[in-house]
């Protein structure tokens, strides 16, 4: 049975798209076949895989709204072992059209369900809210990823969102967990983003995740042409830091029986 994570935090610009779809692609890189589910009605996990939103017939917002069945909704990326539910900017409407759905706060999980054995990984990319189709996605997840930027408001909102995530664990979905929090754009250069690493470890020790995520410009430049950085650069720094994260959770999870060597990959 697949494990089910959503890269989750209400503050914009933190990383959570560049996460959901380099950690995707790096666990299907190390051939765990994993599902990317794009709940953000940006789109923008769906066009950082390599898709026109305007050649897409069918996305989440069918799935969610319309009952579309998930199997006909499913796109094949150009990476072995990694599928996609794409999302479409009609899925800021399905709050509303679901508004009076019975059951509402499970639609996701439902859905999901149905193809969970299918998948070692599905990664659900959120939106920056905290609104029902991300509270949908905590829902259905069995634990969440929050990236935090390595900068000097990272941990305004962050009680905020952690808050949710408890009311969902008492009253939605008693086994979420938080994997991790994952530490995103830092530069060793700056004393700065090192007080902050410092201050979030302090905060949340074995919480936070050894991997951190460094500035890195093929990461910013892999999502223009359609590609995880994986594909658009293998040797890059941002390829190993997500290669290192993916290793990380395989290790947390028991999935895997690497040797000390092979554990943190050198850049």
Do not use: W
């Not at 909704?73 to 072995?80: A, G, N, Q, R, S």
């Not at 009311?167 to 008693?174: E, K, M, P, W």
């Amino acid at each position: 049975m697949g494990k089910i994570i959503g890269i989750a935090n209400q503050k914009g610009g933190v990383g959570k798209t560049t996460t959901a779809i380099n950690l995707a692609a790096s666990f299907a890189v190390l051939e765990f076949k994993t599902l990317l589910v794009d709940a953000d009605p940006q789109a923008n996990s769906t066009t950082g895989v390599g898709f026109d939103l305007h050649n897409i017939t069918q996305n989440l917002y069918d799935c969610m709204v319309n009952h579309s069945k998930c199997k006909e909704v499913l796109l094949k990326t150009e990476i072995p072992n990694l599928d996609l539910i794409p999302s479409h900017i009609d899925l800021v409407g399905a709050e509303i059209e679901m508004i009076n759905f019975p059951n509402r706060e499970i639609v996701l999980k439902n859905i999901l369900d149905k193809i969970k054995d299918d998948y070692d990984f599905i990664i659900i990319d959120c939106s920056p809210s905290l609104g029902l189709i991300t509270v949908n996605a905590l829902t259905a997840a069995d634990s969440v990823i929050v990236p935090v930027q390595c900068e000097f408001f990272a941990l305004e909102g962050l009680g905020k969102l952690l808050n949710t995530i408890k009311i969902i664990q008492n009253r939605l979905n008693t086994e979420l967990t938080i994997e991790g929090i994952l530490m995103t754009m830092y530069d060793g250069r700056l004393r700065l983003c090192n007080q902050v690493v410092s201050e979030v470890r302090k905060h949340f020790e074995e919480t936070v995740f050894n991997t951190i995520i460094h500035r890195n410009s093929k990461l910013s430049e892999a999502p223009s042409v359609g590609k995880p950085v994986v594909l658009y650069d293998g040797n890059c720094k941002g390829t190993m830091n997500y290669l290192n994260l993916a290793k990380e959770i395989l290790q947390k999870n028991n999935l895997t029986k690497l040797s000390q060597e092979e554990r943190v990959l050198e850049f």
